[in-house]
């Protein structure tokens, strides 16, 4: 009798352990999926609709799972930077090449497959980063609002009193196509005395309300009457004289910067492998044609056409522009911005 019970108590424990260990070994192998399913985490400055019409196109064809972060690009930088040595994310998608720069230590090498269709002049050759899209720094205003003398041909016309307080600019702290703007302000004035006096002259016509936070807000609300005009950039200003939006566009006579924006692998990116498909995916040239066509975007690409609605590129006056060189001068720059606003 004793050794009845005893031998049905040993098989029940080897029954027992025998389900533990499989339990066991079903969550080993679910942990194990989860840690090799394909990821990554990509920091973008972009708007909603290009940014998640784009991050569904990549995902439908690669499989690869995406987390977004957004936000402006200095601030998205700043939140990396906080961190370097591990950050967060794989990829940052998006911001002017100034800002890039400034931030390169965040970036490892990486040379693209794409990179025989690039134009020439628009990258440092260090491959930390690679040029996207082409952004000329413009002047957009409401042809409702502005009569035909008043039209700021050059950027020194925006600092006509007739502007005080019907201008928008975005805030170079937060915005790096803002960033961009600034410095092509201080590339026209002079980055001396009399430049920074013609910026502080413009900060007082800007008034309290004419510096946004979103850049994207300095477009729209000149073309919903908010607003004389504004500082923005290239693309913005074509897709809404696409919509037949009260506004038209100006390269000024002094010559503007064409900044491009860019894309970088993270230092110490997660998912390297899965990284690098993204940032061939958003270089490749359907990719770059369908950006051109449905976002206006000039490709850094020679062999995708212009945006409808462009001028030719070689027609505007471009401004040399350092990105090193600006890059090493950014903290300066923000600062005396700053301290200008403040004692506006």
């Not at 006509?160 to 937060?174: E, H, K, T």
């Not at 073309?223 to 919509?243: N, R, S, W, Y």
Request: net charge negative; proline share 5%.
């Amino acid at each position: 009798m004793h050794t009845k019970f005893f031998i049905r108590v040993i098989t029940v424990a080897v029954i027992a352990l025998f389900i533990i260990s499989c339990k066991n070994k079903s969550m080993q192998t679910a942990a194990s999926v989860v840690q090799n399913q394909q990821e990554i985490v990509i920091y973008t400055p972009h708007g909603m609709d290009m940014r998640d019409f784009i991050i569904k196109e990549f995902r439908e064809r690669t499989g690869i799972k995406t987390t977004i972060i957004s936000a402006g690009t200095g601030a998205l930088l700043q939140q990396i930077a906080t961190d370097p040595h591990t950050p967060q994310g794989d990829v940052f998608w998006g911001g002017g090449a100034d800002s890039l720069e400034a931030y390169k230590y965040l970036f490892q090498p990486y040379t693209s497959e794409q990179e025989p269709y690039f134009l020439q002049g628009y990258d440092t050759g260090e491959q930390l980063w690679h040029s996207l899209s082409l952004m000329p720094m413009v002047i957009v205003y409401n042809t409702m609002l502005v009569p035909k003398d008043k039209i700021p041909t050059t950027w020194s016309a925006l600092l006509d009193p007739y502007f005080a307080n019907q201008l928008r600019m975005g805030d170079p702290v937060f915005s790096g196509s803002s960033f961009s703007m600034l410095c092509t302000l201080l590339a026209v004035f002079g980055q001396y005395s009399s430049g920074w006096k013609n910026i502080e002259t413009l900060s007082n016509l800007l008034g309290y309300n004419g510096v946004t936070s979103r850049s994207e807000d300095v477009y729209t609300s000149v073309a919903a009457g908010e607003a004389f005009a504004g500082l923005t950039f290239e693309d913005a200003v074509i897709a809404l004289k696409a919509q037949n939006a009260n506004v038209d566009i100006i390269y000024p006579t002094e010559g503007t910067t064409i900044v491009p924006e860019g894309v970088a692998l993270l230092h110490n990116a997660r998912h390297p492998e899965e990284a690098k498909q993204f940032i061939e995916f958003v270089l490749s040239k359907d990719v770059q044609a369908m950006v051109s066509e449905q976002w206006h975007r000039r490709s850094i690409r020679i062999d995708v056409d212009p945006p409808k609605g462009s001028v030719p590129l070689q027609s505007i006056h471009k401004l040399p522009y350092n990105y090193a060189l600006i890059a090493d001068k950014k903290t300066f720059i923000i600062t005396h911005w700053q301290t200008i606003r403040s004692i506006r």
